[in-house]
Each structure stands twice: as C-alpha cells, then as structure tokens.
C-alpha cells in the first residue's frame, strides 16, 4: 500500500478506489483447429486436461457480475473446440452478462450454432485472416478456412444475430484492406475491426514475416480514414493501428487492472493476454480465491496500477491517464524491464527504439510457409 | 463529419443485440451492445426508458415533457440529437 494522491492526482490504491471491472475476457480452451501464427495465445499452450469445470465457469460468471463485469467475451483458442460451449454460454446469459462469441466459425455446424443462439449468444465475431483463399491457407494452415468462414457468417446473419468481423492484418494482407472492407460489407456485418498484428507471444515469433512496413502503415491509416468517411452509418470500424510506428504507447487492456480481466482455461486470472510472461508476478487462480480478492487484493493486479510504478518519465507526464504507460510485457521483452516506459514512447526513447531492435521486413521477400512459426493446432 | 438529424416522425428501437441494462454495481443504467458499452445519465436512461420500438420520437418527446413537467419544445433539440447519436452509434435503428 502506498499513497501519493495527493500529488499526482491519482488515488492511492484501496477497495475504494481501484474502479470495478467492466469486461471479462473468458479464454474457454487453447484449442484450436487453426495455426495462426499471430495467435494471441501464450506460446506455452494449456492442456485440455488442465481445463476448468462447466461448473467452474459458471461460478466464475456469477463472481464477475457480481463484482461488476457487464460484458464477457467468450474467446479461446476456438471457443467452439469444448463440448460445453451451450451451457457456458447459458451460464453467462444466466448470471445476465452480455454475451460475445470469439471464434474461427470452424467446427460449429449451423445445427450447433442454433443451440448457441438460443442458450443467449447476443453477438458473434468472426476472425478473418484474409480475404484471398491462398493467404488465408498460409495463415490458418488450414485448407478452405476462407471458405468455410464465409458460410458461417452467412448462418449467423440468417439469425439475426449481430456480426462483427475480426479482420487480423499484418504485412501479407495489408494491401488487400479495401477487398477486407468490402467483404466485411458484403457479409452483412455492422463493425468491423481492422486489428493490425500486435507483437507478443507467437507474433513475436514471426515478426521478421508479419510486420508491416511503414509504408503500408501510412496507407492503412489513409484507407481506414476514407473509409470511415464514406461508409458511415452503414460500417462502423475499429482500428488498431500498428504499434510499433507509433508516436505513444496504446492504453493496453485500457491499463493494467483498470477494466478488464482475462480468465485463462486452467482457471489462472491475469490482466492481459501475455501477462504470463511477466514471471516475477504469481497469478492467482479461480480455483483458489474470489475473482473480487483476486481483483482487488492480488500483488499481481496491484502490480502497475496507479503511478507508483512508474519510471519518473512517465510518472511526471501528462499522458498517463491517456495510456497508463503502455504495454508491461512489451517493456519487458524489448528493454529487459517490466517496469520501464514502453518502448513505443518518443517522449521516454529515441523514435527509432522499437523498429531498430526489430528485423526490419524487406519487401519482396520470397514468404513461404517454411519461414512461418505456426502454432501447434492442439 | 455533418451529420443529418433524424426526422421526429420515425419509430426507434433497439438494434439487433443491443439491450438496456441496470448496472446493480454502479448504480446506473447502462447499453450493451456488440463492442457497445454506454454509461448513460439520468437523461439518457429517461430517453432509453421511452423506446419500445412503437412510439416515435415526437411521442416519446411529449411524455418526456409530461413526465418532467417542461415544455415540450425545450427538449425537442436534445431528443433529437441524442436519438441520432444512438442511431449512428448502431444502437438504434429506425
């Protein structure tokens, strides 16, 4: 416990203060019949047999809404890949939360996805990896995933039931946006999220094929902006430009501890996707404690709220409630500490920080499967 | 960007997947949505309480000035304006 409110503007950190959170992210399964070698997942995969209960899940639910939680995002691996997706989905609607699916759309028939609507689904979204056969094959690693996308989300508007598409763009795909955005409209979805790549995990691994080079990050940010304009009231678009060209940090998970968190399948809380490789903090586990201690109590969420953390750079900026510092795990892994300024930041480092301490993409390079890190389809 | 005014003479209701919720939490009432998450104010919920997908605006404008005892012309403005927010927010659809 510290206190130093009364400077900085920022509260000390109690019950009191620490605001409750708003979104669950429900990591169901790491298994997945899909290899993206971008996957979100950490790169130590969990086992089926460490998977937590239907019934586990369920209480997991009912703690969050009662703690505060309004929406959960049912997400995996492939979410679809346990047995038990109906009756989670059903435990969520039950404990009134909203409800989003994450998913590839791969192994769930139409017979399957009526079960989910009907247990309360509320909205669905669907990855897209791209929009060219051959590029969404060398991504997924799987034959015809393109294909068997477009007939899923075909099924979900049959429902009714609202569509967002989930489209993951890094250097292979980056010059087929505007096909992205037509298909996006084309597939009656409503949103569509033009996610660039973000580099942790296995996306780290495969930096050298994926990242974007600055050129087709500029022309993105065009694009996007066009088309913001000109489809306005008929698409509505996030965008999550590319990282590493930026001038400062993103506000990861809205900052640390602050809105969301993250239940991983062996029932592990954390407060971002990566946080795992963060290995001097322990993260407490469903099994063991509250979801309310956990959010409120555990070293391990207290870790980087607030300022005190903070390198004085960071500390004595004006931005600090704009990005809360940035990206932990992208501290760690580019400078070797957890606790410094993200290596994004112009005003903490030299501009060229980030590209330089990456391998720089040439273009024109021969991409082959041979030079992909795919993750293992568990 | 300029955006148009939706006309009084429509019927709003909710889009697909979108709901009005009480958050027991906070004590507010808030709207979910896909990727949609508005805390609303007291004049939000009053609005957001009136749609029901048969009334249109110029309704839900004279029970709101009933309700609130004003002039239905001092809100008619804010109605509007909040009502075309919603509608570009993909929360409502007329």
């Known amino acids: 416990m510290y206190i130093d409110g009364d400077e900085t503007g920022f509260a000390d950190m109690n019950q009191m203060t620490i605001p409750a959170p708003q979104v669950l992210l429900a990591e169901v399964t790491h298994r997945c019949p899909l290899q993206c070698p971008y996957c979100s997942n950490p790169t130590e995969l969990i086992k089926k047999d460490r998977e937590i209960s239907t019934t586990d899940w369920g209480r997991v639910f009912a703690e969050a809404a009662d703690l505060g939680v309004l929406q959960v995002s049912i997400s995996g691996g492939e979410p679809a890949a346990r047995r038990d997706l109906t009756e989670l989905i059903r435990a969520a609607r039950d404990a009134?939360?909203?409800?989003?699916?994450?998913?590839?759309?791969?192994?769930?028939?139409?017979?399957?996805?009526?079960?989910?609507?009907?247990?309360?689904?509320?909205?669905?979204?669907?990855?897209?990896?791209?929009?060219d056969s051959d590029g969404a094959k060398l991504i997924s690693n799987m034959d015809k995933s393109l294909e068997r996308k477009l007939d899923f989300a075909r099924w979900v508007r049959e429902r009714s039931v609202p569509l967002t598409v989930n489209a993951v763009m890094h250097r292979l795909n980056l010059d087929?946006?505007?096909?992205?955005?037509?298909?996006?409209?084309?597939?009656?979805?409503?949103?569509?999220?033009?996610?660039?790549?973000?580099?942790?995990?296995?996306?780290?691994?495969?930096?050298?094929?994926?990242?974007?080079?600055?050129?087709?990050?500029?022309?993105?940010?065009?694009?996007?902006?066009?088309a913001r304009e000109s489809l306005h009231g008929r698409l509505l678009i996030d965008y999550v430009p590319v990282d590493h060209y930026a001038e400062y940090p993103k506000a990861c998970m809205n900052g640390w501890g602050r809105v969301a968190l993250i239940v991983a399948p062996n029932g592990s809380v954390l407060p971002c996707h990566n946080a795992t490789t963060l290995e001097h903090l322990s993260f407490p586990n469903v099994r063991d404690q509250s979801l309310s201690t956990i959010w409120y109590e555990s070293p391990a969420f207290n870790a980087y709220r607030g300022d005190s953390w903070m390198p004085e750079i960071c500390r004595s900026c004006d931005r600090k409630e704009i990005d809360f510092g940035g990206c932990r795990c992208q501290a760690l892994a580019i400078l070797g500490d957890a606790s410094a300024a993200d290596p994004v930041c112009s005003r903490a480092h030299p501009h060229s920080l980030v590209i330089a301490t990456d391998e720089t993409p040439k273009v024109g390079e021969v991409e082959t499967s041979k030079q992909i890190t795919y993750r293992p389809n568990s | 960007m300029t955006v148009d005014l939706i006309p009084p003479s429509v019927t709003p209701q909710f889009d697909h997947g979108v709901r009005l919720k009480h958050d027991k939490v906070r004590e507010r009432y808030v709207v979910l949505g896909p990727e949609i998450l508005i805390e609303l104010n007291q004049t939000g919920t009053a609005i957001m309480s009136e749609i029901d997908g048969q009334s249109t605006i110029t309704d839900i404008i004279s029970r709101l000035a009933a309700r609130f005892e004003v002039n239905p012309n001092d809100i008619t403005q804010d109605v509007i304006e909040f009502c075309t927010s919603m509608v570009m927010r993909q929360v409502l659809r007329i």
């Open chain 1, 96 to 131: 009134d939360l909203y409800v989003n699916l994450i998913t590839s759309g791969i192994g769930l028939t139409q017979g399957r996805l009526d079960d989910l609507v009907e247990a309360g689904c509320d909205h669905i979204q669907l990855s897209l990896q791209d929009v």
């Open chain 1, 176 to 226: 087929r946006l505007p096909e992205t955005i037509e298909l996006a409209l084309e597939l009656g979805a409503r949103r569509l999220e033009v996610a660039n790549v973000q580099y942790h995990g296995w996306a780290a691994l495969n930096k050298k094929v994926l990242m974007p080079t600055q050129e087709q990050s500029s022309r993105t940010n065009q694009i996007v902006a066009e």
